[in-house]
């Protein structure tokens, strides 16, 4: 589907930038619909370390993470 094609262009473009925080967001809101909780966390994980702050607040409203709000690792890493 839609989010699984999503994913594989994150591959793409990370491949060419690992660093590049926008990509890891959005590649962790895809793998969060598509309920790989541990790949989208390492994903979030990885774009709060290289975008910061501002990652952990739009995690926290956007409705591709609202699978896991309730998850306490997922609240401990964007600080709910």
């Not at 989208?40 to 709060?48: D, H, R, S, T």
Request: glycine share 8%.
């Amino acid at each position: 589907g839609f989010h699984s094609e999503a994913v594989k262009s994150f591959e793409k473009t990370l491949e060419l930038n690992p660093a590049n925080p926008w990509a890891l967001f959005w590649q962790s809101g895809c793998l969060a619909r598509l309920k790989k909780k541990a790949e989208a966390l390492a994903a979030l994980e990885k774009a709060i370390q290289w975008g910061g702050d501002f990652y952990k607040m739009e995690a926290q409203k956007d409705g591709a993470f609202n699978s896991l709000w309730n998850d306490q690792d997922f609240k401990k890493m964007v600080g709910l």
